[in-house]
């Protein structure tokens, strides 16, 4: 949407987007920066950086990936079911 067409509560979001993603990537290395260096958003990032966590269930892992998925929809960033799966395989520690 064009910036002049912003309401109040747009401006808002974009600058919580900006405020959040400044804040996740102070905290990357080199490489992982590089890897979502051209996300535009903060839902972005955390797509591109989702990894299973120590100790987590299958189930817990896959309801916040959902979440994620949920969050990019709703700002029109889709992905296929395939890229869908090849992720979730992706961030499985070896150990699977």
């Given at each position: 949407k064009p910036r002049i067409l912003y309401t109040d509560?747009?401006?808002?979001?974009?600058?919580?987007?900006?405020?959040?993603?400044?804040v996740i990537?102070?905290?990357?290395?080199?490489n992982e920066f590089n890897r979502v260096s051209s996300c535009a958003t903060a839902k972005e990032i955390e797509y591109e950086m989702f990894l299973m966590k120590e100790?987590?269930?299958?189930?817990?892992?896959?309801?916040?990936?959902?979440n994620i998925i949920n969050s990019l929809q709703s700002i029109s960033k889709c992905y296929t079911n395939s890229e869908m799966v090849r992720k979730i395989l992706r961030c499985l520690p070896k150990s699977w």
């Open positions: 509560e747009d401006r808002k979001k974009v600058q919580l987007n900006a405020k959040d993603k400044h990537i102070c905290a990357l290395n080199s100790n987590e269930n299958i189930s817990s892992m896959f309801v916040r990936f959902t």
